[in-house]
């Protein structure tokens, strides 16, 4: 059964300007529709833009590499990409002084680390700029970019995630650079995650925390977002690079995820280290590649659910006598099955970027017991042209101005007021919907409120699809409201009924409680 609702007069609550109490909210509210409208007719102002990028990752066992890194970075016959994202582990000696007490040492052995790449870099005949450089103990990341696309590398932050001894210190963990490539968010992950062969869960662990764990902070404060605020209204179009500055942003809040380092991951020990030594005498690496240990645990979405790798067509990549190239089999040794420790990922959000990988391979440099790893990458990107993007913008907010400038008061038309779910069995998932459609002539802002008494919307056992929204005339939108009963919730349910006012519906120059929603509790 349908509802109209006129508001009260004696609701209204205006402030000397005319405007709601809650100009926050109804602002959010217009920006949320308005980013909704704009992805909608992105096709208008979205263009597409090429960028070659190249990762390279290297454990170098806290050695230095005294001659060139052009092997490695400059692949010959390759020309020279866009981007570089370089990553280093063990650029120093993991002993307590260097993971708790003392960064002197790092600093140091970074600085030589970039000296011998910008030299490398040199030899192109392009002119590179470090854009960004990050560092947690022995973990290194470099970003340098062509001196051409540097003006399209924007809004660059680091961070770091440390997963070591006690979960916390830094001989374990991930460097993180993100930044904006015309107007994809971009971020690289150089990690260094826990060793040992029978490992696994612990390296899954890590990649986790990471993932989770790693923020890059807002780089633009209140106070600068206040000065984009249109009269406490609109903010601004926000599909290109700037809609990331008033952010904090995690690892999954980007558009391409580049993922390198020592991963750590080996061969499964199902194959014995001999057996290992045999397949790759043998070059038998199908053989091996089952037995990878990444492969299995992403085969099983345990690890890296998502990602893309290349195909391992190379030789493990460790563990080698330093200083040659020959696996470490010496007697005084201790005996390891050679593994692919050392790996290159990425991971798409949607299909606005595209990623081909151009090679994957590995290097033949000597100093450490691990050997470098590269990949070339082809990508293309979002590029918003901003007159087509500002007239699409322009266009919208004429429309709400149009509807805003009304002077009728809003009405709005309810169907589904009162919901009984009836009887719910345990772990059982059953939906109501609710349709609000303004049958009036002004805009209509609507969102979820809790009761004054309360902190949430809704109790935990009911789930809301979209909590606001705005109508414009003859416009509807359709909530659907999902209650669960589990472990969790079910001893509070049997505690007694809850009842939800859920919402409430505004005007600009009008705020008010429209309607008390009851939501009877399930019979278990």
Known sequence: MAQTIIPNSNSLQELNDGRSADRNAIRAITQSWIDEQMRLREAEYLKSAECSLFCGTWNVNAKKQEVGLEDWILPAGQPPADIYAIGFQEIV???????????????????????????????????????ADKFLVGILLFIFVREPVVPFVTDIRTTTVAVGIMGVMGNKGGALIRFSVYDSAVVIVCSHLAAHRENVAGRNSDFKTIYEKAVFPSVRKDEDIASLIDGGTIVMPS???????????TVAQHDLIFWIGDLNYRIDDSLSTEEVFSRIEANDLETLRSKDQLNIERKHRRVFAGFDEGTLTFLPTYKYQPGTDNYERRPEKKLRAPAWCDRILWKRASDKETVQLLDYRRSNLIPSDHKPVSA???????????????????????????????????????????????????????????????TGESVVYWRFVPKLEDSRISKRWVKVDRVCGLLLPGESSQVTLTALVDKATAQQLNAGKDEEKLRRIERQSYLYDIVEFLLTTPNL
């Open 93 to 131: 000696d993991l002993n307590v002084v260097n993971v708790g007490l003392n960064s002197a040492n790092t600093i140091q052995k970074a600085e030589f680390w970039q000296k011998a790449l910008s030299d490398a870099l040199s030899r192109t005949g392009q002119r590179y700029t470090l854009v």
């Open 239 to 249: 599909q290109g690079a700037s809609r990331y500055l008033d952010k904090e942003l």
């Open 376 to 438: 070339r990458f082809q990508c293309n990107v979002r590029r918003v042209v901003a007159t087509s993007e500002q007239t699409v913008f322009q266009g919208l907010t004429s429309l709400l101005g149009t509807h805003t400038a009304s002077k009728a008061p809003p009405t709005v038309e309810i169907t589904g007021l009162k919901v009984n779910l009836g009887r719910i069995g345990y772990e059982e998932e059953k939906t109501a919907k609710i349709t609000i459609r303004n």
